[in-house]
């Protein structure tokens, strides 16, 4: 099992930026690729970008791609998310997630940190 937590939220203003780290722990040679989500109130949970662990691919959901970029740290075993030009609707609880696949899909996903709440006012 991987165990991830997640850190970096809190507010910002429309227009600004905040980084989320997410650092891993445990069984981290199983890992192949590492993504971020969020869940708004209500709404179903949201792939937003995810990296293969060893290489560094990336991919991004559209709805952030040019806005956000995800990165890792092997040495530290961390994954972070640079959120710039923020948005009220990027206000949601974020989440980082362990998958050993390099996939969009949230049930390929099978560690999951605790969430860090971004709240962006207008």
């Known amino acids: 099992q991987v165990q991830l937590v997640e850190s970096g939220g809190g507010l910002a203003q429309a227009g600004g930026s905040l980084r989320l780290s997410c650092a891993a722990s445990g069984r981290t040679f199983s890992v192949s690729a590492m993504g971020w989500f969020r869940q708004a109130p209500g709404k179903e949970r949201e792939f937003l970008a995810l990296i293969n662990w060893s290489g560094g691919r990336t991919f991004y959901a559209a709805t952030v791609k040019g806005r956000f970029t995800i990165s890792r740290d092997n040495a530290k075993n961390t994954v972070y998310l640079q959120m710039n030009s923020l948005k009220s609707e990027d206000t949601a609880v974020y989440y980082c997630?362990?998958?050993?696949?390099?996939?969009?899909?949230?049930?390929?996903?099978?560690?999951w940190g605790q969430g860090t709440q971004v709240t962006v006012s207008s």
């Open positions: 997630a362990a998958a050993q696949m390099y996939s969009s899909s949230p049930v390929e996903y099978d560690s």
